[in-house]
């Protein structure tokens, strides 16, 4: 079956501006989390979402955001964007949770110039 | 708070030989734990988890609730086992707190 989709691979932004990543999970996984990756700071997580509904949060500012749709698809948003946001955003999905581990998509690698 | 800890950045071992790699946590409860690997432009990707006390491609990794480490072990290092390594214990709810991960090497 299909892995997890990660959607833009690659998307340069200028600062200020806003982007939206997108993730689509593996068919029938309900539980879809968002990490950031750099050098510096290593795997972080943003949030992770279930059946719509943001179940977790990391401790990222506000301009981070996300959704999760009916069908488990998943968009985070970065608002305002700064240079230090620039980083590889990892997208990972679950049955139902941490229980059965995640599966990672290949991320999008934002830089913001 | 909540934390992991690597200590290795990279750890170069010989094709046979043992590997050994660390990671101690500090948390409340009783964290669920795993290991995640990257191999070389490969995702990040599940390798165990100590729930299911399951051994995949020889390594196995065993909770010490004492001493809240949970290394991860293989007795015969192979090329193949060159990757990052990422321990990787839940924190409250569903969320990983990876470590900062430790580059394995296995030289010939």
């Known amino acids: 079956k299909a892995g997890v989709t990660q959607t833009p691979r690659y998307l340069i932004k200028t600062r200020g501006q806003q982007v939206t990543l997108s993730c689509s999970p593996i068919?029938?996984?309900?539980?879809v989390s968002w990490y950031q990756q750099t050098p510096g700071q290593g795997l972080q997580f943003l949030f992770e979402y279930f059946s719509e509904t943001q179940r977790n949060k990391g401790n990222f500012p506000g301009r981070f955001s996300g959704r999760q749709f009916s069908n488990s698809r998943s968009e985070m948003n970065v608002s305002t964007l700064e240079l230090g946001d620039s980083a590889l955003y990892l997208c990972?999905?679950?049955?139902?949770?941490?229980?059965?581990?995640?599966?990672f998509g290949s991320g999008t690698r934002l830089t913001v110039v | 708070a909540q934390r992991v800890t690597q200590p290795e950045k990279l750890l170069s071992v010989f094709k046979g030989a043992p590997v050994e790699l660390k990671c101690n946590y500090s948390y409340s409860g009783s964290p669920e734990l795993f290991w995640y690997v990257q191999y070389s432009r490969q995702r990040l990707q599940l390798l165990l988890r100590?729930?299911s006390r399951e051994s995949i491609k020889g390594f196995t990794a065993d909770l010490n609730k004492g001493e809240t480490s949970f290394h991860l072990k293989k007795p015969f290092a192979q090329e193949e086992d060159s990757a990052m390594y990422y321990c990787?214990?839940?924190?409250?709810?569903?969320?990983?707190?990876f470590g900062t991960g430790t580059q394995l090497k296995v030289e010939l």
């Open positions: 068919s029938g996984h309900r539980s």
């Open positions: 100590h729930i």
């Open positions: 990787a214990p839940t924190g409250g709810g569903n969320k990983l707190t």
């Open positions: 990972a999905s679950s049955l139902d949770g941490t229980e059965h581990g995640y599966t």
